[in-house]
């Protein structure tokens, strides 16, 4: 005979005898899928993973195109942990040894599983001092249950389909995660994961998160456990993540690595303090970033903590954070300062924040070149420092100053000053803390015009330079107009400690007397003098030697011209 021919006999030999044990298979499997030995064996198989029971109302045979039972009506209850309801448990079971009688698990298929989880009792103890979270074992004691689950289970793929979450606290369901897609694989001491989309709901119904994409896994033995996140990614809050969790028990040593793209500070702000309030409770030091933090981009940042356990890495001193923000929104209120548009690069670590390149508008002003440092841990003193280069609305300054240096005589001063305009050029000094706070505003480049009551006529500024430094005033040179007189040179000292005082160094006058003699003459001073005067026409040259005495009693102070 040809080799044709064998080959076709071959063939058709091993095609009969595959339709003859299929044929055996329907004949048989459909008796065996429905028997109580399979029952029996299933709810002794899951025993001996799971403590808690397991039951199924009823099973069906599928052949083609992969043989499988298929479960109606799972359920699964563990005590004090969780409980699980599903539809449809399809089991894929390894052909030869099923049918020996053993049954090794290739692939399972969970159709809308409804999956009810208690979560950990939150602790009533405050957080202590310098920690972001409470401490606590929530990551050794993942590792630990699923290291006996992974060691009894050697290759499993498992499909979910449209499954459901639910977190429960002291019986009230505070989270719902809903349509949970997503594949998972089980591969000697490792668990693999791919979702595809979830949506998780606070327990007013709300939607705090939307993940569009998950890809990651956890690699465990006996010396080093690894959770890595490859890909996680939300469109609420808009947030791309990826990172990873090791735990080196023979050093032993733990560390977090988070990276993260394109974050939303403002949904993050209103999404993150439900979740961590959730688990840890109220966290007075998370509440003081995100009152600081409220809204705009961070671009590109890196998280990265480590300590000797996982309850080390709630040590905020030991976090350090690296990241790019831009049109953020920072509210410093206790310096009253509304940062808009803040563009800059940020490093948390040993718990202050620092900030540099910083650009921002603080209402109609600019801010660029800036540097800041911030405490955020509570402590005697908090450490603050901030310099800014400004862009200044004038009509702004006056305002920035009675909140930084609420004091009498400041505030009774600035009272005097009235429809301010301009702009002008600075910089913007606040240190060294929120306790002990010192103020330096330099002002050069002005240009801008104002109503001072004392003086009946609006004063105009157009030039020179003012350096507000604690409690005492310096000005450099002004030159400007009074009503229709003009002045040039024109320097002096202001001190607000004690009875405010001026002392006026320099200074050249150029009056309209027609304008300026009626305001004279009025004043209780020169009256007498005045009187016999009654017009006067013409221009006036005035050099100031010297003015001196208090700032708020023109009255007595003494003038050498």
Not at 460 to 488: A, M, P, V
Request: charged share 20%.
């Amino acid at each position: 005979m040809g080799n044709g021919f064998k080959k076709r006999f071959w063939i058709g030999t091993g095609t009969l005898v595959l339709l003859s044990l299929l044929c055996a298979l329907a004949v048989i499997l459909p008796r065996f899928v429905d028997s109580a030995w399979l029952k029996a064996t299933v709810k002794a198989t899951v025993a001996k993973q799971i403590t808690g029971e397991f039951d199924f109302q009823k099973a069906d045979l599928i052949i083609l195109p992969s043989p499988a039972v298929s479960l109606q009506q799972v359920s699964l209850s563990i005590p004090l942990t969780a409980q699980t309801h599903l539809e449809t448990l399809k089991v894929y079971p390894r052909l030869l040894p099923l049918l020996i009688g053993k049954i090794n698990l290739d692939k399972i298929v969970l159709n809308k599983p409804d999956l009810s989880l208690a979560l950990p009792q939150k602790s009533a103890e405050r957080t202590e001092a310098g920690k972001a979270l409470r401490q606590t074992t929530f990551p050794e004691n993942i590792l630990t249950k699923l290291s006996s689950v992974l060691a009894a289970i050697s290759d499993l793929d498992i499909v979910l389909e449209q499954g459901t979450l639910r977190l429960f606290s002291d019986d009230v369901q505070l989270f719902l995660v809903e349509n949970i897609n997503g594949e998972f694989k089980i591969s000697g001491q490792s668990l693999s994961a791919a979702i595809s989309s979830l949506t998780v709901r606070h327990e007013n119904k709300k939607i705090i998160a939307q993940v569009e994409n998950f890809k990651g896994n956890i690699q465990f033995s006996r010396q080093v456990s690894t959770i890595t996140v490859e890909d996680l990614a939300l469109s609420y809050p808009q947030v791309q993540l990826s990172g990873s969790f090791v735990l080196d028990q023979t050093a032993p040593h733990a560390s977090l690595n988070i990276s993260s793209q394109n974050t939303n500070i403002k949904e993050v702000r209103e999404v993150l303090p439900v979740f961590i309030n959730a688990f840890y409770g109220e966290q007075p030091l998370v509440r003081q970033i995100f009152d600081i933090a409220r809204g705009g981009t961070v671009s590109q940042a890196n998280f990265h903590v480590e300590g000797n356990s996982p309850a080390d890495l709630a040590d905020f001193e030991s976090m350090r954070i690296r990241a790019h923000v831009k049109d953020g929104k920072i509210l410093l209120s206790d310096l009253g300062l509304d940062l808009q548009e803040v563009t800059g690069d940020v490093v948390i670590a040993n718990g202050i924040l620092e900030g540099s390149n910083l650009q921002a508008m603080l209402g109609n002003s600019t801010g660029s070149n800036g540097n800041l440092e911030l405490g955020l841990v509570q402590k005697d003193t908090t450490p603050l420092h901030l310099d800014l280069d400004l862009n200044a609305d004038l009509s702004e300054v006056p305002p920035l100053l009675k909140h930084l240096i609420p004091k009498k005589q400041i505030l009774e001063y600035l009272s005097l000053f009235e429809n301010i305009e301009g702009t002008g050029q600075g910089r913007l000094t606040l240190g060294e803390s929120l306790e002990s706070l010192t103020v330096r505003v330099e002002a050069n480049k002005i240009s801008g015009q104002a109503n001072y009551k004392p003086i009946p006529f609006p004063v105009t500024i157009n030039g020179g330079r003012i350096l507000f430094d604690g409690l005492k005033t310096h000005s450099f040179d002004l030159q400007g107009k009074i009503g229709r007189s003009t002045f040039t040179h024109y320097s002096s000292r202001m001190n607000f400690e004690g009875e405010p005082s001026i002392e006026v160094e320099s200074g050249s006058l150029h009056l309209v007397l027609d304008e300026i003699y009626p305001w004279l003459s009025s004043q209780k001073r020169l009256e007498d003098n005045l009187r016999p005067i009654k017009n006067i026409t013409g221009l006036a040259e005035v050099t100031v030697k010297s003015i001196n005495g208090p700032l708020l009693q023109p009255a007595n102070l003494h003038y050498d011209l």
